[in-house]
């Protein structure tokens, strides 16, 4: 018997192949960011490549809400979505729960700085620098 997950495909012919954890939430918000003002489910499903149902992209977007990662406003029925944050925003959020969760932050910022670019290690001393 085959465990769960496994085989040749599903009964339609589909691979069953599931995306990455948190996949689809970073295309739905890669779809919001680029869009430039608040967007409703049907044209966030539009947006995307995927062929997702409409529950299911309503699926993520409450959950981005729930995460604290999209504004939402009623729109008649339904609801238009906004980002609360831009991109850089939340990958530097990202980045300081990294090095919170870290043994010991000093280890980890010189791990992180050790695998920038000379570049990048140049952008890093003058923000320092400045005190941004």
Do not use: I, N
Request: aromatic share 4%; glycine share 10%.
């Amino acid at each position: 018997m085959l465990s769960r997950g496994t085989g040749p495909g599903k009964p339609d012919g589909s691979s069953g192949s599931r995306r990455p954890a948190g996949a689809l939430e970073a295309e739905v918000l890669t779809v919001v960011w680029s869009h430039g003002e608040a967007m409703s489910v049907s044209e966030v499903q539009q947006a995307l490549s995927a062929d997702l149902a409409y529950r299911t992209v309503l699926t993520v977007l409450t959950r981005l809400h729930a995460k604290g990662l999209l504004e939402r406003v009623p729109v008649g029925r339904s609801h238009a979505y906004s980002p609360r944050r831009d991109p850089a925003e939340l990958a530097a959020e990202r980045m300081d729960a990294a090095l919170r969760a870290g043994p010991q932050r000093s280890e980890v910022l010189q791990h992180f700085v050790g695998r920038l670019e000379p570049d990048e290690q140049a952008v890093l001393r003058d923000l320092l620098e400045r005190g941004d």
